[in-house]
């Protein structure tokens, strides 16, 4: 890789004295993005105007960004686009499924989900109105409860409380046997972990990047589609641009090529220059190095919070390889724990019921980070520091 992570580390802006274990849920900010967003606003927007959507490249620019994103995933070249949000990229991508398989009704999908995930698959049931159903078992029995009843897999890779990872190719592989097809939700990988679409067999990824693709808050989700897959689809959200012809203006649908006809309306051009900026960092890093330092991180944390707060249950995975890039640590105070560890400069999140939970992104954390929030963490839970009654007001936003 060109650059190492002490390169990497000075690329993002970091408020002095603050360790960010959170980038699994919102992403730093990278120092080029204000550059970039600026001069795309004033060079391109201010100065080009409307012809920025040929003179600047602001409509091709989805698949080129979903090309460099595909890079980190496995996926094919021009089989990844980027827009809308992640929960627009599920509805697309599980009723792109299930009309590949008109003849099956549950769509299988676990616990361990994250709800809008669910939720959209709640919408999409009621929209098609075909007798539908979401079957929502644990993630331990998803593989076995893969059979021919099931038209699709929906699942998210890390679940987004524990980390747990799903064995992408072993579902795949099941759900393959069974003519089931799988969409795999790639929020907590994408970034974090080597997934491997192409190698895996996976049919749909969809993903956001905001978290360990560090966007910014909003940035474009993406979605891909198996190259096999890719011409068969019927898109479920027709939008003007992925139209085959978007300025022929016809009054009537027709798809366009392959992963084109994912896209809906007009791109987030802003937003796409954040990500831009972002994905220039990711550019120049392997992502299987960053999987490995990435593991060293946490199993330190791991075995340093261990030591020093028996009150504290880990709900993580204990083998790294079974974990995403996120440890969390189960206690009655979770909530009130995390908000005193935020007022002492460790930023994590809490997930109701009782997780604390901590992304550890070698990007911008190092071994000193790892161990100054494991020494802050354990004064706060043998001190008793969370029991304040300002740490236990709730936010809209946990
Ligand atoms: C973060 C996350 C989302 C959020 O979806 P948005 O539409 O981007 O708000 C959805 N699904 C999973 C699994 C997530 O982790």
Known sequence: MSLDFQATKALFDLPEGVIYLNGNSLGPLPKAALAKTQSMMSEQ???????GWNKAGWMQQPIEL?????????????????????????????AAALELRPDR????????????????????????????????????????????????????????????????????????????????????TAGATEVDLQKSKADFAVGCTYKYL?????????????PLHANMVQPILSGWLGHAAPFAFEPS????PAIERMRVGTPAVIASATLDAALEIWDQ??????RAKSILLSE?????????????????????????????FA??????????????????DFRAPNIMRFGFTPLYINENDVLDACEIFSQVMNERLWDRPEYKVKAWVT
């Open 45 to 51: 927007w201010g100065k080009l105007l409307i012809t």
């Open 66 to 94: 979903g090309n460099r994103i595909g890079r980190l995933i496995g996926a094919a070249h021009n089989h990844v686009v980027v827009g809308d949000t992640l929960s627009i990229k599920v509805y697309q991508a599980l």
């Open 105 to 188: 009704k549950v769509i299988l999908s676990d616990t361990g989900n994250f709800p809008s995930d669910l939720y959209m698959a709640e919408g999409l049931i009621k929209a098609l109105a075909k007798g539908h159903e979401l079957r929502i078992v644990p993630p331990e029995t998803v593989k076995d409860s893969i059979n021919e009843e099931v038209a699709v897999t929906l699942l998210t890779e890390a679940d987004y409380r524990t980390g747990r990872l799903h064995d992408m190719s072993e579902i795949s592989e099941r759900a393959r046997a069974c003519g089931a097809l799988t969409v795999w939700d790639l929020a907590h």
């Open 214 to 226: 560090n966007a910014g808050p909003g940035a474009p989700g993406f979605i891909y589609v198996a």
């Open 253 to 256: 649908y027709r798809s366009g």
């Open 285 to 290: 890093v392997e992502i299987k190095e960053v």
């Open 300 to 328: 330190l944390f791991i075995k340093c919070i261990e030591k020093t707060c028996p009150m504290l249950t880990l709900t993580s995975p204990r083998k790294p390889e079974a974990r995403g890039s996120q440890v969390s």
């Open 331 to 348: 206690f009655e105070h979770g909530y009130a724990a995390m908000q005193a560890m935020i007022a002492r400069g460790v930023i994590g």
